[in-house]
């Protein structure tokens, strides 16, 4: 499937429809939402749901979600952005990673750490009454589109909200989250987040 040609047909007909509905997305860091926001602010009302349980150590934890909300600030959008901060519940992403700490990243562990923050998502998106879900994590080349879009309909199903599909890489999504965070001088760090991905950043 092509998640990103699905998502233009799905703004298509909300376009025709005159229709602006609420997107509670989920962010990972304010570099990857850049581009995200500044292409779906045009269609949706937006609400950055920051939950990232996984980001190591706690004093990273401060400063990305710190330079998200600036980000928020700054920017100018077409529909307003909103910002809404989770838990950082650093032990239950522990629990979840436990017996997957020696696997490569891009695997099974991180496949459930997409679980963990998209099921956050689409539980707040049901109990607050959001027309869809998303994340930005899509964007990176580096994380699993096909993977992300699949558990993110699935979750769907379990929580009876819509998830929107995407791949935000494509159509030169990341090359221009890359010239935003420049724009707006945005940290960029060098590795995902988690522990596990530090010590794979610096073995590399």
């Known amino acids: 499937m092509n998640y990103q040609k699905e998502l233009e047909k799905l703004?298509?007909?909300?376009?025709?429809?005159r229709k602006v509905p609420r997107l509670l997305l989920h962010s990972c860091c304010a570099p990857?939402?850049?581009?995200?926001?500044?292409?779906l602010s045009n269609y949706f009302e937006i609400t950055?749901?920051?939950y990232n349980p996984n980001i190591y150590p706690?004093?990273?934890?401060?400063?990305?979600?710190?330079?998200?909300?600036?980000?928020?600030g700054e920017m100018r959008t077409q529909h307003p952005v909103a910002f809404m901060?989770?838990?950082?519940?650093?032990?239950?992403?522990?629990?979840?990673?436990?017996?997957?700490e020696h696997l490569k990243e891009g695997g099974e562990r991180c496949f459930k750490c997409y679980e963990l923050r998209l099921r956050e998502a689409a539980q707040v998106a049901g109990?607050?009454?959001?027309?869809?879900?998303?994340?930005t994590l899509?964007?990176?080349?580096?994380?699993?589109?096909?993977?992300l879009n699949e558990i993110g309909m699935r979750l769907a199903g379990e929580y009876g909200v819509a998830y929107l599909p995407s791949d935000f890489k494509k159509k030169n999504g990341y090359k221009r989250s890359i010239e935003l965070s420049k724009?707006?001088?945005?940290?960029?760090?060098?590795?995902?987040?988690?522990?596990?991905?530090?010590?794979?950043?610096?073995?590399?």
Do not use: W
């Open 11 to 17: 703004i298509e007909g909300l376009v025709r429809e």
């Open 58 to 72: 706690e004093s990273e934890y401060t400063k990305r979600i710190l330079e998200q909300q600036t980000l928020i």
């Open 138 to 147: 899509s964007i990176s080349p580096l994380k699993n589109a096909v993977k």
């Open 127 to 135: 109990e607050c009454g959001f027309d869809y879900f998303a994340t």
């Open 85 to 100: 901060a989770g838990n950082y519940d650093k032990e239950l992403f522990y629990e979840m990673a436990k017996g997957l």
């Open 32 to 39: 990857c939402s850049s581009y995200v926001l500044e292409y």
């Open 48 to 50: 950055i749901l920051y």
């Open 183 to 204: 724009k707006y001088g945005l940290y960029r760090q060098d590795y995902c987040g988690c522990e596990f991905s530090v010590a794979a950043a610096h073995k590399a």
